[in-house]
Nanobody, 124 residues
Framework: QVQLVESGGGLVQAGGSLTLSCAAS????????MGWFRQVPGKQRSFVAT????????FYAGSVKGRFTIARDNTKNTLYLYMNDLKPEDTAVYYC?????????????????WGQGIQVTVSS
């Protein structure tokens, strides 16, 4: 079992920056590939970024590529999402997720554990 807790969300103006963190506990963090997803009311949860178990092969949704960076620190059991040049359309609840294999994934059904989510609101 893996427990995931997001932090760092909040309200920011368009063009601003935020950093999300996801603290993991319960199992060996470095065994898991990780991902960030987001969801707005009335829509399905959508892929944002993913990273392999040792921090290689980051992959991004086209809408965030060049603005967001996913990273992890396996010594701290923590996943990060650095978000720059934020836009109002980035407003959503953001979730971190872990999958029980080392390789990246872009679909929600590939992930075994989820955090509770954290709100990010970007004002225009």
């Amino acid at each position: 079992q893996v427990q995931l807790v997001e932090s760092g969300g909040g309200l920011v103006q368009a063009g601003g920056s935020l950093t999300l963190s996801c603290a993991a506990s319960g199992r060996t963090f470095s065994n898991y590939a990780m991902g960030w997803f987001r969801q707005v009311p009335g829509k399905q949860r959508s892929f944002v970024a993913t990273i392999s178990n040792l921090g290689a092969t980051p992959f991004y949704a086209g809408s965030v590529k060049g603005r967001f960076t996913i990273a992890r620190d396996n010594t701290k059991n923590t996943l990060y999402l650095y978000m720059n040049d934020l836009k109002p359309e980035d407003t959503a609840v953001y979730y971190c997720a872990a999958r029980s294999v080392p390789t990246i994934g872009v679909r929600t059904d590939l992930y075994d554990y989820w955090g509770q989510g954290i709100q990010v609101t970007v004002s225009s």
